[in-house]
């Protein structure tokens, strides 16, 4: 996957408001700072650390609530984002009812990151 999270010169990025982990800062070589999301997909340029900083926090975790598709055996199937771990995300199929934002939680699907299989568009 191109644009992947570097493997070298990244560090954790904490909200100073809360402490809550919400991406990843790369040092550039040419002494910038590129700012990634939990999905290890680049958010931005690189920049000075600052802007990096607070557009990650800007960011925050709102992809826990927004929707979510998964190539799933040649279909796209509606996921919601359970958790995400340095290297590993597990989601769970979205289920219709009267309930909003539920999911099936027996079919729970755990990917590696970075991966190409979710996407926010059907």
């Not at 550039?28 to 920049?47: I, K, M, N, S, V």
């Not at 055996?73 to 289920?95: N, P």
Request: glycine residues 6%.
């Amino acid at each position: 996957m191109t644009n992947a999270l570097p493997a070298e010169n990244i560090f954790d990025h904490r909200r100073s408001s809360d402490g809550e982990h919400v991406g990843y800062i790369h040092l550039t070589d040419d002494g910038l700072f590129a700012p990634f999301d939990l999905l290890h997909r680049p958010a931005g340029e690189a920049t000075e650390l600052e802007d990096a900083e607070n557009l990650l926090d800007e960011l925050g975790l709102r992809m826990f609530i927004e929707d979510w598709w998964l190539d799933l055996d040649g279909r796209r199937v509606k996921v919601l984002i359970q958790e995400v771990r340095r290297d590993t995300i597990s989601v769970a199929q979205a289920m219709d009812g009267p309930i909003a934002k539920s999911v099936d939680l027996l079919a729970v699907i755990e990917l590696p990151l970075p991966t190409d299989r979710l996407s926010q568009t059907a």
